[in-house]
């Protein structure tokens, strides 16, 4: 009887073993490519001959006449995403404190626009938020890329419900205690929705990391350029070097792995709420 148990873990650790070596095969396969000799890239499924070429070629500025700015656009990346990450989780906390938390006449009115407008991409509004940037002449700064991206109904989605789930007699007791709500907020509900806010933080920051659309409609100097419209401005819409392409692509991930690892168990435990 026992021996059949273990042979129905081994099996299952053997399935969760394949499944997983099927989802990380991409990742490796890029990593793999990103060194390979240009003579093999795509052309073999595991590489033999690998150098650093790629990443020279890229570092290097390409076929660019003038050195690109790596290190400016890093730099402005990782700004724009670090500041709307945070104006973005900040908005959603404060709303969603005021939608779980304190009665007011149309709350569900409110709740119920949120859920609504999130059914629509956020591309519909491209235009029109192109034009008031503009016009309030924030257009290629660091504002005209952080304040449209200051608000996220997601993470009033999550916070809300994460929220609703905090007893209401912790805020109860503090508030005959003389809490103000802000107290209230961040010295009593935010240290216990720590895991939700790693989920929260690390879904929001690689959304911003990744953004090039906005980046791309907004930036026109090179002192402003983000990491991802360089690379898009380096290659092309063809191409034509798909060595230096995983290379890049290697590097735009790197921060987001760092990021993940670091918060990786506070993440798991939040994942655990958002599955319940």
Do not use: C
């Not at 150098?51 to 730099?75: C, D, N, Q």
């Amino acid at each position: 009887m026992a021996g059949a148990k273990n042979k129905g873990l081994w099996f299952r650790y053997l399935i969760a073993i394949v499944l997983l070596l099927i989802m990380i095969f991409p990742y490796i396969y890029m990593v793999l490519n990103s060194f390979a000799d240009w003579d093999q890239v795509d052309k073999k499924l595991f590489p033999t001959h690998f150098t650093m070429k790629s990443y020279h070629w890229l570092l290097a500025g390409g076929e660019a006449v003038i050195p690109r700015p790596w290190l400016h656009a890093f730099f402005n990346s990782f700004v724009v995403s670090a500041v709307s990450t945070l104006l973005m989780m900040a908005t959603g906390i404060m709303v969603a404190y005021a939608l779980a938390k304190i009665q007011f006449k149309g709350r569900d009115t409110i709740n119920n626009v949120i859920l609504f407008q999130m059914f629509f991409p956020a591309i519909i509004l491209l235009i029109p938020t192109f034009l008031v940037i503009q016009r309030i002449g924030m257009y290629d700064s660091y504002w005209g890329m952080i304040l449209p991206k200051a608000v996220s109904l997601w993470a009033v989605f999550m916070y809300t419900n994460f929220f609703k789930a905090i007893p209401d007699t912790f805020i109860e007791a503090a508030k005959l205690d003389g809490a103000s709500d802000l107290q209230i907020m961040f010295k009593i509900v935010m240290p216990m929705s720590k895991s939700i806010t790693t989920v929260i933080f690390l879904f929001l920051f690689m959304e911003r990391w990744t953004e090039l659309l906005w980046d791309m409609l907004v930036v026109k100097s090179d002192n402003m350029l983000t990491l991802n419209v360089l690379l898009s401005q380096m290659f092309g819409p063809y191409g034509g070097y798909p060595g230096p392409m995983y290379a890049a692509s290697v590097l735009l991930t790197l921060p987001i792995i760092i990021i993940f690892l670091l918060f990786a168990k506070k993440f798991q435990e939040g994942m655990q709420f958002t599955l319940k």
